[in-house]
Structures are given as C-alpha cells and as structure tokens.
T-cell receptor, first 112, second 116 residues
Framework: AQSVTQPDIHITVSEGASLELRCNYS??????LFWYVQSPGQGLQLLLK??????LVQGIKGFEAEFKRSQSSFNLRKPSVHWSDAAEYFC??????????FGDGTTLTVKP | KAGVTQTPRYLIKTRGQQVTLSCSPI?????VSWYQQTPGQGLQFLFE???????NKGNFPGRFSGRQFSNSRSEMNVSTLELGDSALYLC???????????????FGEGSRLTVL
C-alpha cells in the first residue's frame, strides 16, 4: 500500500539556520510528490512538486526538495529559515484523481 | 483569481445531527476533493468528484457523502454525527486531477466542525 512517512514530528531551528525536513514514501510506480505547508487555522498551500526530470525541484518561499529514488525520499530544504516559516509541513504522494496520501506532518518552530 | 471557498468556516453540532459543508472551487477547476484532518489521524481522503461523478472514495462509513453540481461546486454531508467526526474538513480543487496536474491540489481554509 502507498504510504508517506515523515520521521520528525517536531523540529526547532534558529532563525537564519538551514532546514531539512525528511520524507520517505512507499509507492509502486513513479510517484508524483508534493510538499505542502499549513499555517494555524489555514488550509494547505503547495510549496513544490515533483513529477519527473530534474530531481532537484525549486518551490516558493525559497524552498527546494530533492527526489532520491534509491532512498525513496523527497526531503525538503531551505538554506536560511525565517520566523515566518514556522508552520506545519506535509509531504504527499498523489495516486490519481484528486486522491493523495499525506504524511503525518512536521511542525517547524523557529527560534529568534 | 479567487481561491477555494469553504462555508461555513466554523460550526457546532450535537451528536445525532447532520451537517452539510459547501465548497466552491477555483474557477475552471473541475475536480473537487474532500479531506478530513484530525490530530490523531492526520489528513484522510474522503472522496473526489469530477464532472458531477464520484471518481474516488476513501475508507469512511456511508454516513459521509458528497455531491458535485454542474458548476463544479461541491457539498459534503455527514449524517448521524458522532463525537469522533469533530475535525477540520478541507476541500481541494484541481484542474483535472490527471496527467501532469495529478495531485496538485489547491486547498480552501476548511470548515471546523465540533460535535458535542
């Protein structure tokens, strides 16, 4: 069965430090992978996506992610975190029409 | 371009009642999906509609139902509410839900349901 694992429930980083959020997936075919961000009381916003091609994808707000098929991973990175990045981050794999499986999320806290 | 609009944003019901939630997708988007978000279960897929047809359904009891209208607006209904139905219900729209657009979802802010 398809699944997405985000090993880190909560991560705290200092403002200006680099960030890496981990995501591992289990999927039979070539996955369509996504990272979404959710601020408190809000819906989810798409940060970036991977369908095929270049394994390093760029997203909004300075985020990037790297697809590694051999490790079944799609980790999210940002070189310098801003206080406004504090939110919950979800990795997801899309199956087909409108149906995606989401990880349990990683809550990011940013220390001043 | 207006985003996905969900109404109502907040509502409180008691056990046994029913509730209807509404979702207006982004103009031009024909696929509407619904997700339930709870602290214990995370984001769970409920169902997806395209051109008024349900194409996909998650593992929820029959008390959860939905429909889509010809203008792509969608509603979901939960009957005989239980305490465990308290959740944030998120609607997401996408252009077609297939091909290179597969899985690229645009979410509304959600409807927060509290069941007492």
């Amino acid at each position: 069965a398809q699944s997405v694992t985000q090993p880190d429930i909560h991560i705290t980083v200092s403002e200006g430090a680099s960030l890496e959020l981990r995501c591992n997936y289990s999927y039979g075919a070539t996955p369509y992978l996504f990272w979404y961000v959710q601020s408190p009381g809000q819906g989810l916003q798409l940060l970036l996506k991977y369908f095929s091609g270049d394994t390093l994808v760029q997203g909004i707000k300075g985020f990037e992610a790297e697809f590694k098929r051999s490790q079944s991973s799609f980790n999210l990175r940002k070189p310098s975190v801003h206080w406004s990045d504090a939110a919950e981050y979800f990795c997801a794999v899309a199956h087909n029409a409108g149906k995606s499986t989401f990880g349990d999320g990683t809550t990011l806290t940013v220390k001043p | 371009k207006a985003g996905v609009t969900q109404t109502p944003r907040y509502l409180i019901k008691t056990r046994g009642q029913q509730v209807t939630l509404s979702c207006s997708p982004i103009s031009g988007h024909r696929s509407v999906s619904w997700y339930q978000q709870t602290p214990g279960q995370g984001l769970q897929f409920l169902f997806e509609y395209f051109s008024e047809t349900q194409r996909n359904k998650g593992n929820f009891p029959g008390r959860f139902s939905g429909r889509q209208f010809s203008n792509s607006r969608s509603e979901m209904n939960v009957s005989t509410l239980e305490l465990g139905d308290s959740a944030l219900y998120l609607c997401a729209s996408s252009i077609t839900g297939t091909g290179r657009n597969t899985g690229e979802l645009f979410f509304g802010e959600g409807s927060r349901l509290t069941v007492l």
